[in-house]
C-alpha cells in the first residue's frame, strides 16, 4: 500500500498475496477478458508459414529487408510488453484476477515476438535477418520510440503506466501490423497476415482492457489530477505520433506507402485514445485508410454497412450466420 | 400512473416514432455512444437482479458485440435475455452494433447474429465509443428510418 499512490488518486496496491478464488469475483470483467484470451490462444505453428515461401521469393530484396525490418520492429515492441510492459501493471493490479490477466497478457505477448522468428526461419536467409536485427539496434526512431515507453513504465506513475501500454499496444504497433496487410491485399505472404491477424486481434484486447482498468483508476482521482492525466496523455501520444511520423518515412518512403500508412496511424490513434476513454483526435479527413488495408484487416469493414446512407445495401438479412449459444430461445 | 408508465409516456412525448434501447457493459463504451447521441434510450439492465427491462415501443437496439472470432458469445448474455421476451422480440426494427476492425470477420458480428435471428436490417457499425461522425451518422439516419416506418 503506498499512500503517494491513493494521495495521487490512483488505485491502492494489493499489499498481499492471497491465493487466487475464481469463483468470488470484484470485477466481472477480469474473467470474461481472461475467458476471451484464453479461448482466443493460439500458436505460430498452427499457421502454415511455408505456404508462403513462394510468394516471398516474389518479392525484390528491397521489400523483403523492409518486410524483415517492420517485423524486428514488431518483435522489439512485443519483447518490451512481454518482458516490462505487461509484468509493471501487476503491482498496479486492483484484483489478483487482474494480475492473471496480465500475467497471460506477458506470455501471449512473448508468443506474438516468439512468432516473428517463426516467420524469419521459414521465409529469411539468416544473414539478411540478422542485418535486421542489428538495424533494430541502431535505428534511431524505433529505439527513441521503445524509450519513450520505457520511461513510463520504470515512473513511479500507475496511470502513466497504462497510458503508455495502450498506447504500445493500439498504436505503435500499426506502422508495422500495415506492411503485411498490404502485402495480403496484393495476394502476397497471405499466411504470414494471418498470423499477423491473430496478433492484431489478441492487441485488440489487450488494449481494451487496460484502458477499462485505467478508467477505472482515474475515475477515483481528484479532477485535477484527472485533467493532468489527460494532458500527460495526449502530451504522449503526440510525442509518440512524431516519432511514429519519422519511423514510418524511414521504412515507407522508398516504397511509396508513407501517406496511407499514416493515415493508418491516425485511424488508431484514435482507438488508443477511445480505449482510455478520451476522444478522437484525428478527422476523419486523415483517418481516410485505404479500403484495401481495411479490408485486409477486416473484410466489408469499408462498407461499414451503413444501411443509413444506402450504401450498405450488401448486408442482405438472412444471410446464415451460424450461431448457437445456449441462452437463446428461439 | 406508475413511476414506468410516467418514463413511458415522456419517452412517447419526446420520440413518437421509436427510441433506443441498449446495452453496455462497465467499460460503459456503448452508453458514451448513446449518451452523446442525445436520443431517448433505455438501458438493458447489467445484473440479473435488476428487474427486466419491457419496452413498450418500437425501438433499434444498440449492442456491443464480443470478439474473439466465434459467435458463440459474441453477443451479451444479457441482450439475449433480452430478446428472448417475445414482446421485446416484436418490437425490434433495426440493430447497431459496435465493436473493433481488429477482430477481422467478427466485426459487430453480435449485430449481424441479432439481424438474423430477429429479421430486422443491420443498421450501422461503429468501433468503441465512435466518432463524431458516427453520432452524427448515427443520429441522422435514426431519425430518418422512423420517418421511413409505416
New interface residues.
Partial sequence: MTNAHTAQGTAPRLSRVDAINWNRLQDDKDLEVWNRLTSNFWLPEKVPLSNDIQSWNTLTHQEQQLTIRVFTGLTLLDTIQSSVGAPALMPDARTPHEEAVYANIAFMEAVHARSYSSIFSTLCATRDVDDAFRWSEENPTLQAKSELILERYRADDPLMRKVASVFLESFLFYSGFYLPMYWSSHAKLTNTADLIRLIIRDEAVHGYYIGYKFQQALAEATPERQAAVKEYAYELLLELYDNEVKYTESLYDEVGLTEDVKKFLHYNANKALMNLGFEALFPSSVTDVDPTILAALSPNADENHDFFSGSGSSYVIGKAVATEDEDWAF | MTAAQAQDAAFSAAQPDGELVYFS?????TH?FVEKLGLPARRIPLNRDEPPLRVTQPYILITPS??????????P?QV??F??D?HN?GLIR?VIAAG??????A???A???I???C???????F???G???DVA??Q???D??WKRQP
Fill in positions: 457493459t462497465k467499460s460503459g463504451n458514451r464480443y470478439g474473439g472470432g466465434s459467435t458463440q458469445g459474441a453477443v448474455k439475449i435475455h430478446l428472448n417475445p422480440r433495426g473493433n476492425t481488429n477482430f477481422g470477420t466485426y459487430g458480428l449485430g449481424r447474429i439481424a438474423d435471428k429479421g430486422v436490417p443491420l443498421l450501422y457499425r468501433e468503441l465509443l466518432t463524431d461522425e451518422r448515427v441522422q439516419g435514426v430518418a428510418f
